[in-house]
C-alpha cells in the first residue's frame, strides 16, 4: 500500500489527533505545554472554581519572563501589579504541582528560549504557550503556537485543544545568503513579500537552501516572526543539526529511547511528492540587511534605501497606513535609512537573544564605543544558561567595555511591560519582533534589525549597513 | 458553567453601535490575575457619569443587555466576557456580534441573541418598565405584550448552554479517547512523558 505524501505538517497533526468530530474539528493531543505568569492566572482560577485538576504536570513547565526585571534582580519587584502577577505564578504552580524555574534560577529565560534549552521542546511534539511567539519552537520541527487563557484552561484540564487544520503554505528560500545577512534579515523578508495577512489560516514550513545550511539558533529566528506574517506556526524540517542540538539536553531522551527517537524525527520530514495549498520562492542572493521604516512588521526596507512614499503603494489603504505610520514615526519619504538618528539600542528578545546574536553584536561592538548621544544601550540574554556562555567567551566584557548596559535575561524591552521601555518620541534599534505602535513604551519608535545591525546603530548613532562595519567576507 | 434554558429578568436598554471591547474593558484593567472583579472597570469610561444607564438602581445586577449593531469588536481580550458576566449579564441581545468576542463569550457560557434592528428597538422599548424572557430551548424572546421574536443560534452552542456544557466539560467526557491516547502514546514515545519533572 503506497501512503499519500505528507507534510511535516500532516504529520505531526495525523500523529496527534485524539479523535475527530463530524464538524471538521479534531482534539489534538499537547505534549508539551509551556506557562508564564501574564496569560495563565486566569486559567488557574478557572480551574479552582470548577474543581478541576491539571491532568499532566509532568508536561508542563513554568517560568516567568515577561514582568521580570533585568536589573536589580535580588530585590522586591517596584510594580505591585507584576508582582502579583510573579506571586500568582509561583502559588498556582505549586498549587498544582506543575515545575518551575524560579526568577533567579540559573536557568530562568524568556520561556521560548529555555524551552528547547531543557530539551522540553522536541521535534515531532506539539507545543503551546499563551504567547504568539511560540512559533519560535517550529524551528525544532515541533508543532508550536500561542494560545488564548481559556485554551490554556483547556490545556491544563484535558492535554487536548480542539483544532481545525491550517492549510499549509511552503516558504522557499534558494540560493545563499550575502555577507552580512543575518536570519533576522530573511524572515523580515518574508514577511516584507507575503505581508502581515500572507500566512493567516496556514502553517508555514520554510525549506530550501538557506534554511539547511542556517544554524538552529537562526532557524529559531526566522520561525519566531511566523506569527508577523499571519501564520500561527511555522515549522522547519528536523535534520542532523536539531539532533545534535538535542543531545544530552537536560529533558532530552536518553539511551535507547534516544536512539527510538531520533529514527521516528528522521520521518518527520515533508514527503518528496507531498503538495502545499500555497507556495513562495525567494532568492537569499537578493537579500539585503534589512530595517522596519514604519508600524507593521512588513514596513521592510534595505538599510541602503530611504523612507517609502505613502503614494508608492498601489493600495489606497495601505497608502492611508504608511502617512500614519510616518507620522507616529516621525519620519518623511526620500530620508535615507543611514541618516535616522536613534537614541536607544535593544539586543534581546526570543527573536535575536541567544548565544549566536549576541556573538555577532559583540563581533561589531569589539573594539568600538556606543555613541555618546545614545541614552540606553541593553544587551539582554535570552536565559541564564545564555548568559553564563556569554560571559564564557568574554563577550560580556566586549559590550561593558564598548558601553552597553549588560543585563539578566528577560523580555525585556520588547514589549513594555517590564521597566525596560523606549521614551516616547525616542527611536530605538531593536532585535524584537514588533514594531507597533506604544509596543516598546507609550510612543515609542521601533526600527525592527538583526543583532549585528543594531550593534552598528550603537557605535554610530544612527541607522547603519552593518557591512560597512565589517572585516571582508 | 450553569445550564441555561429560559431566563426572565430586567433588561439594560443600551443599545450603543459599534461597542468594541476597550469600551467593554478598558486596557488598563487587564494586568490582574482574577476573572472576578472586572465588573467594576466594566464600560468604565461610560460609567465615570454618574447618571450612566448601568449605574441606575433599576439596572443593578440585570442579566440582559440589549446593545446595537456589531457588539464585542475590537481587541480579542477575553477579559470582555469576564467583564460583562462579572457586572451579572448572562444575555447580550443586539443585531450583531463580532467574530471573536462571539466565540469567547461563548467559552465563558454567555447567550449572544441576534435579532433585527426593529425588534431590538421595541425590547428597548419595553425594558423601559418590564422584564424580558429568553427562552433558549425554544429560541424566542418574548415580552408581557405578545410580542414574540424567535432567533438562530448554532446548535453545537445551544446544547452546550442548554446542558451547561462548557468545551472543557464536553473535552472531559471524550476521557477514555484521551486516555487511550496517552497509554499509547506512552508505549511509542517513552520519552514524552514526565519531562518537566526530569533535573
Not at chain 2, 21 to 49: C, S
Not at chain 2, 151 to 166: A, M, Q, S, T, W
Request: glycine content about 10%; aromatic content about 6%; hydrophobic content about 40%.
Amino acid at each position: 500500500m503506497t501512503q499519500t505524501p505528507r507534510t511535516l505538517y500532516e504529520k505531526i497533526w495525523d500523529a496527534h489527533v485524539v479523535a475527530e468530530r463530524d464538524d471538521g474539528t479534531a482534539l489534538i493531543f499537547i505534549d508539551r505545554h509551556l506557562i508564564h505568569e501574564v496569560t495563565t492566572p486566569q486559567a488557574f482560577e478557572g480551574l479552582r472554581t470548577a474543581g478541576r485538576r491539571l491532568r499532566r504536570p509532568d508536561l508542563t513547565l513554568a517560568v516567568p519572563d515577561h514582568n521580570v526585571p533585568t536589573n536589580h534582580r535580588f530585590e522586591p519587584i517596584t510594580d505591585p501589579e507584576s508582582a502579583a502577577q510573579l506571586d500568582a505564578l509561583l502559588r498556582n504552580t505549586k498549587d498544582f504541582g506543575v515545575e518551575l524555574i524560579e526568577m533567579n534560577d540559573a536557568r530562568q529565560g524568556i520561556v521560548h528560549v529555555i524551552g528547547p534549552e531543557q530539551g522540553f521542546t522536541l521535534p515531532g511534539t506539539t507545543v503551546v504557550c499563551g504567547d504568539s511567539h511560540t512559533a519560535t519552537h517550529g524551528a525544532f520541527g515541533a508543532l508550536a503556537f500561542g494560545i488564548g487563557t481559556s485554551e490554556i484552561e483547556h490545556v491544563f484540564a484535558t492535554q487536548t485543544l480542539l483544532l481545525r487544520r491550517a492549510k499549509t503554505m511552503e516558504v522557499r528560500v534558494e540560493g545563499s545568503l550575502g555577507h552580512g545577512v543575518t536570519p533576522k534579515d530573511v524572515t523580515l523578508a518574508v514577511i516584507g513579500h507575503t505581508g502581515t495577512g500572507g500566512g493567516t489560516g496556514h502553517v508555514i514550513e520554510y525549506r530550501g537552501p538557506v534554511i539547511e545550511a542556517m544554524s538552529i539558533e537562526g532557524r529559531m529566528t526566522v520561525c519566531n516572526m511566523a506569527i508577523e506574517g499571519g501564520a500561527r506556526a511555522g515549522l522547519i524540517a528536523p535534520d542532523e543539526k536539531t539532533f545534535a542540538y538535542f543531545k544530552d539536553r537536560p529533558r532530552s531522551p536518553k539511551g535507547a529511547d534516544w536512539e527510538k527517537a531520533v529514527a521516528y524525527w528522521r520521518t518527520l520530514a515533508t514527503d518528496r511528492d507531498a503538495r502545499f495549498d500555497k507556495s513562495i520562492v525567494i532568492d537569499g542572493t537578493k537579500i539585503a540587511p534589512l530595517v522596519t521604516w514604519g508600524t507593521s512588521p512588513e514596513d521592510v526596507v534595505p538599510i541602503t534605501g530611504v523612507v517609502p512614499e505613502p503614494a508608492s503603494f498601489a493600495d489606497p489603504t495601505k497608502q492611508d497606513a504608511a502617512q500614519k505610520s510616518l507620522d507616529y514615526m516621525g519620519l518623511t519619504p526620500g530620508t535615507r535609512l543611514e541618516d535616522v538618528e536613534v537614541q536607544n539600542i535593544f539586543i534581546g528578545s526570543c527573536t535575536n537573544s541567544r548565544i549566536e546574536d549576541l556573538r555577532a553584536a559583540a563581533a561589531v561592538a569589539k573594539g568600538r564605543h556606543v555613541a555618546g548621544h545614545i541614552k540606553q544601550a541593553l544587551v539582554v540574554p535570552g536565559s541564564g544558561l545564555v548568559k553564563r556562555q556569554a560571559e564564557a567567551e568574554g563577550l560580556d566584557r566586549i559590550f561593558i567595555e564598548a558601553g552597553f548596559d549588560w543585563r539578566e535575561p528577560g523580555c525585556s524591552m520588547c514589549l513594555g511591560m517590564n521597566p525596560d521601555k523606549v521614551p516616547a518620541g525616542e527611536r530605538c534599534a531593536s532585535t524584537s519582533n514588533r514594531n507597533f505602535v506604544g509596543r516598546q513604551g507609550p510612543g515609542a519608535r521601533t526600527h525592527l534589525m538583526s543583532p549585528a545591525m543594531a550593534a552598528a546603530a550603537a557605535v554610530t548613532g544612527r541607522l547603519t549597513d552593518v557591512r560597512q562595519l565589517m572585516g571582508a567576507a | 458553567m450553569d445550564a441555561f434554558k429560559i431566563l426572565t429578568g430586567i433588561a439594560v436598554p443600551f443599545g450603543a453601535k459599534n461597542v468594541d471591547t476597550d469600551v467593554i474593558i478598558p486596557a488598563r484593567f487587564l494586568k490582574t490575575i482574577q476573572r472576578a472583579g472586572l465588573g467594576k472597570g466594566a464600560f468604565a469610561v461610560i460609567r465615570e457619569n454618574p447618571d450612566n444607564i448601568f449605574d441606575q438602581p433599576r439596572h443593578k445586577g440585570a442579566p440582559v443587555l440589549i446593545a446595537g449593531d456589531n457588539f464585542g469588536c475590537g481587541s480579542s481580550r477575553e477579559h470582555a466576557p469576564w467583564a460583562l458576566t462579572d457586572m451579572g449579564f448572562r444575555i447580550v441581545i443586539a443585531p450583531s456580534f463580532a467574530d471573536i468576542f462571539s466565540g469567547n463569550a461563548f467559552k465563558n457560557g454567555m447567550l449572544l441573541v441576534a435579532l433585527p434592528q426593529e425588534q431590538i428597538d421595541r425590547l428597548m422599548e419595553v425594558a423601559e418598565t418590564d422584564e424580558i424572557t429568553v427562552d433558549l430551548e425554544n429560541q424566542v424572546v418574548t415580552t408581557p405584550y405578545q410580542d414574540r421574536f424567535a432567533f438562530e443560534i448554532d446548535p453545537f452552542r445551544k446544547h452546550c448552554l442548554l446542558n451547561g456544557l462548557d468545551e472543557i466539560g464536553l473535552t472531559q467526557a471524550m476521557d477514555k479517547d484521551i486516555a487511550a491516547f496517552e497509554a499509547k502514546l506512552a508505549v511509542d514515545q517513552p520519552w514524552i512523558a514526565g519531562a518537566a519533572q526530569v533535573a
